[in-house]
Nanobody, 125 residues
Framework: QVQLVESGGGSVQAGGSLRLTCAAP????????MGWFRQAPGREREFVAA????????HYAESVKGRFTISGDNTGYTGYLQMNDLKPEDTARYYC??????????????????WGRGTQVTVSS
């Protein structure tokens, strides 16, 4: 089990931006996939975005398409979620997830083997 570490959450006003970071200390994401999920109080965890490390293929939830960008650095050790034009409905705890061997981008949380503990994002109107 690889413990992922998220950072970069915080409180912003609507229209603002945040960049979340996901790292796997001592490990590389290699040729696998990384995803971001979020969960608001009283709601189920939902898919936000995912990236296939090899080739950089990305996939987004409709609710964030055009506002959020998922990426990874060239070393394969760190992933990012750039969030622009944030809205109050983006308020949630954001989780990084990874499958270090999968070639296919996945939207189901059950497809990911490794998770972080999350970072809180709060957007005020």
């Amino acid at each position: 089990q690889v413990q992922l570490v998220e950072s970069g959450g915080g409180s912003v006003q609507a229209g603002g931006s945040l960049r979340l970071t996901c790292a796997a200390p001592g490990r590389t994401f290699g040729s696998g996939i990384m995803g971001w999920f979020r969960q608001a109080p009283g709601r189920e965890r939902e898919f936000v975005a995912a990236i296939r490390w090899s080739g950089g293929f990305t996939h987004y939830a409709e609710s964030v398409k055009g506002r959020f960008t998922i990426s990874g650095d060239n070393t394969g050790y760190t992933g990012y979620l750039q969030m622009n034009d944030l809205k109050p409905e983006d308020t949630a705890r954001y989780y990084c997830a990874a499958d270090l061997t999968s070639f296919l981008v996945q939207v189901a949380a059950t497809a990911y083997d490794h998770w972080g503990r999350g970072t809180q994002v709060t957007v005020s109107s």
